[in-house]
């Protein structure tokens, strides 16, 4: 009987730790955006996005991780995760796609147009671009 309980838990432990070594959904994919955002009081922000979706390829969830760069600063960092929602929007006369983070809480939104195959910009509060001599681009990785 002892053998049997044994045996019958080793078995049980084997499939849980079978089931947590594989990835939440096989078929969901994600996209990894990176780059060094402007900072008013520190020499630029390291941010990395990575947006997730679905099996059947829409918009899931989000991961932003952002370190401030400079001295005093290398402990400086933010992460944040959420939902995210891709819309479109006329630019410049022609039809982009923007990547909207917390797109059901309007004072935490933040939008990403995408502007080449490889590149997201980061836009203004309103969705327009940031009129700046400062880089706002985050490359595809």
């Given at each position: 009987?002892?053998?049997?309980?044994?045996?019958?838990?080793?078995?049980g432990?084997?499939?849980?730790?079978?089931?947590?070594?594989?990835?939440m959904?096989?078929?969901?994919?994600?996209?990894?955006?990176?780059?060094?955002?402007?900072?008013?009081?520190?020499?630029?922000?390291k941010?990395?996005?990575t947006?997730?979706?679905?099996?059947?390829?829409?918009?899931?969830?989000?991961?932003?991780?952002?370190?401030?760069?400079?001295?005093?600063?290398?402990?400086?960092?933010?992460?944040?995760?959420?939902?995210?929602?891709?819309?479109?929007?006329?630019?410049?006369?022609?039809?982009?796609?923007?990547?909207?983070?917390?797109?059901?809480?309007?004072?935490?939104?933040?939008?990403?147009?995408?502007?080449?195959?490889?590149?997201?910009e980061?836009?203004?509060?309103?969705?327009?671009?940031?009129?700046?001599?400062f880089?706002?681009?985050?490359?595809?990785?």
């Open positions: 009987m002892k053998k049997a309980l044994y045996t019958l838990g080793l078995a432990t084997l499939a849980l730790a079978a089931c947590q070594s594989q990835p959904d096989p078929k969901a994919s994600s996209t990894v955006y990176q780059g060094v955002l402007p900072c008013a009081d520190c020499a630029g922000i941010t990395t996005l947006l997730y979706r679905d099996q059947d390829g829409k918009a899931s969830r989000y991961e932003l991780d952002q370190s401030y760069l400079g001295k005093g600063r290398e402990k400086d960092s933010n992460s944040d995760k959420g939902n995210w929602a891709e819309q479109r929007t006329d630019m410049d006369g022609r039809d982009y796609p923007v990547f909207v983070l917390n797109p059901e809480q309007p004072d935490e939104q933040m939008r990403f147009l995408r502007n080449a195959t490889n590149a997201v980061l836009l203004n509060a309103e969705g327009k671009r940031i009129n700046s001599e880089n706002y681009i985050l490359m595809q990785q």
